[in-house]
């Protein structure tokens, strides 16, 4: 539910000041376009300003460098960080008491906190341990021997296989599945033996997983998404794969089997990493990017196979003065009476 501050308070709350008429009341957040009076929109940069100073918009939130208007002001040091906190402000999530719906199916042997949510037709294995004001939202299968820390929130249909670790303040969203097997065969005599995935997944506090993410268990051991990675819808994390603390991993990329990623590196969607490499920290890999070597930290690397940017540009420029190129050559063959 939405609330209603002064613009005064919301300054407060984000550690900025105020330029102008701090008592306005403030009861949403809206981009200009659809901004109306009583309302709190942002400006990043110029032109958004002036997109805001031209709406209905009761106040503006902009870096404390924004310019002057007719408008309040909410001065912070960086309008995108103070846009992220007053979204929670104006629109804050969903609160879910405690307790454990009657349909839910729940081991003996469970460890619930009693100030967890457990939702409908969850279903939550032996030995499995719920930490306090984690939320289970509906249809949540928690296998065996699993952990689910405090303020951990998991969105319905979610899967969680036996013995994954859960840390605090992680948020699975719908439908992703968490320790199912890993990829792994052998041919044996003209058929695939399935290679027995006994390990288990390692998920560290602050971690967000988007909708229909897959995260296979280690074959043996474990895998592992360090502290507060990020990893966006419709991705596959292949067994043992460790990937650092703080790391982004956008949609629909896919990271094969072993394969090592450092801290605070960047995977951009669609990327596919090949196994068993050694991703450094710092590093970016561009959309659409097919990973076949180790890539020190540090380094920005795009293409497929990918390659370090400086590189791979320097390709792409000589790729498109190919067809000049191929028309001079013709031209001089023509001119030294040589057949095409």
């Known amino acids: 539910m939405k609330k209603s501050f002064t613009a005064s308070e919301v300054a407060e709350l984000l550690g900025g000041s105020i330029v102008g008429d701090g008592a306005v009341q403030l009861t949403g957040f809206a981009p200009a376009a659809t901004a109306r009076a009583g309302d709190l929109t942002f400006a990043e940069n110029e032109t958004f300003f002036e997109r805001a100073e031209q709406s209905a918009a009761s106040a503006i939130l902009v870096d404390s460098n924004g310019q002057t208007t007719a408008k309040t002001l909410i001065l912070v040091p960086q309008a995108r960080i103070g846009f992220a906190k007053a979204l929670a402000l104006f629109f804050p999530e969903p609160e879910f008491a405690p307790g454990i719906h009657p349909t839910a199916v729940i081991a003996p042997s469970a460890q619930i906190d009693s100030s967890a949510h457990i939702g409908p037709y969850c279903v939550i294995g032996e030995r499995v341990k719920i930490g306090a004001k984690a939320v289970l939202q509906s249809l949540v299968d928690i296998g065996a021997d699993s952990t689910v820390g405090e303020d951990t929130r998991i969105f319905p249909n979610v899967t969680i296989y036996s013995r994954s670790q859960i840390g605090a303040r992680a948020r699975i969203h719908a439908s992703a599945v968490i320790g199912s097997d890993g990829y792994g065969y052998v041919l044996d005599s003209g058929f695939h033996r399935k290679i027995p995935q006994v390990g288990h997944v390692i998920i560290r506090d602050d971690v967000e997983i988007g909708a229909g993410v897959t995260i296979d268990r280690g074959a043996l051991g474990a895998t592992e998404i360090g502290k507060g990675a990020k990893i ?109």
């Open 232 to 340: 966006d819808n419709l991705v596959q994390i292949a067994h043992n794969v460790v990937i650092g603390e703080h790391c982004i991993v956008i949609a629909q990329a896919g990271v094969a089997g072993s394969t090592k990623i450092g801290n605070h590196t960047i995977i951009a969607g669609q990327t596919g990493i090949a196994g068993h490499l050694k991703i450094g920290s710092k590093v970016t890999v561009a959309a659409q990017s097919g990973v076949m070597h180790n890539i020190p930290d540090g380094e920005k690397w795009f293409g497929s196979p990918a390659q370090p940017d400086r590189q791979m540009k320097r390709q792409i420029l000589a790729l498109q003065q190919l067809p000049e190129l191929i028309r001079r050559v013709a031209e001089l063959e023509k001119a030294a009476g040589e057949k095409p």
